[in-house]
T-cell receptor
């Protein structure tokens, strides 16, 4: 499957600051990447779909001005949490599909980024 | 709205026994399903998938069964090992009407393997 990396793996920041999380597709060019958020003992919640060269598509209830997504290249998507607050503390995970499988586009996930806002 | 749910939030099994993790889905239009394993502090890891034109698919020590009549999915793990301890998620996708490729995840089942 596809190899996906994330950086940083964990970050601690002060309330009100902005944090950027990178998601990289290491072994193929990904036109689409997905960003998820996961709270402890809960399932993954899709935040947005990141499309290379165009605007991201946000899920209902996700503030696009707070969670800025940039997908400027086929191997990199970034998620910036602007003016972070303690309630934004969570585990952020990105994923990408692997083209060439026809209708079977399994999503492969990155290792996740743990964000703690103090 | 549409959702994918699990019958059992926790499952404890003895090492060497077989494990069965269940999942119910509500979107009858879904035609692709995936099981993921997530260890603590890590991202989900692909285990096995199945298309709706199949009833069963086998991998290494794992088998996925799909019953479209009752919209039920299960993951069977043979000879469960301590390394299998993790949270298991099922996910589904509507391949026809959801070309964006979004996955809908179930609640997750925490599998605990006792030595």
């Amino acid at each position: 499957g596809a190899v996906v990396s994330q950086h940083p793996s964990w970050v601690i920041c002060k309330s009100g600051t902005s944090v950027k999380i990178e998601c990289r597709s290491l072994d193929f060019q990904a036109t689409t990447m997905f960003w998820y958020r996961q709270f402890p003992k809960q399932s993954l919640m899709l935040m947005a779909t990141s499309n290379e060269g165009s605007k991201a598509t946000y899920e209902q209830g996700v503030e696009k001005d707070k969670f800025l997504i940039n997908h400027a290249s086929l191997t990199l998507s970034t998620l910036t949490v602007t003016s972070a607050h303690p309630e934004d503390s969570s585990f952020y995970i990105c994923s990408t599909g692997q083209p060439g499988q026809g209708a079977r586009e399994t999503q492969y996930f990155g290792p996740g980024t743990r964000l703690l806002v103090l | 709205g549409e959702s994918v749910g699990l019958h059992l939030p926790t499952l404890s099994v003895q090492e060497g026994d077989n494990s069965i993790i269940n999942c119910a889905y509500s979107n009858s239009a879904s035609d692709y399903f995936i099981w993921y394993k997530q260890e603590s502090g890590k991202g989900p890891q692909f285990i096995i998938d199945i298309r709706s034109n199949m009833d069963k698919r086998q991998g290494q020590r794992v088998t996925v069964l799909l019953n479209k009549t009752v919209k039920h999915l299960s993951l069977q793990i043979a000879a469960t090992q301590p390394g299998d301890s993790a949270v298991y998620f099922c996910a589904e996708r509507d391949m026809i009407y959801n070309q964006g490729g979004k996955l809908i995840f179930g609640q997750g089942t925490e599998l605990s393997v006792k030595p």
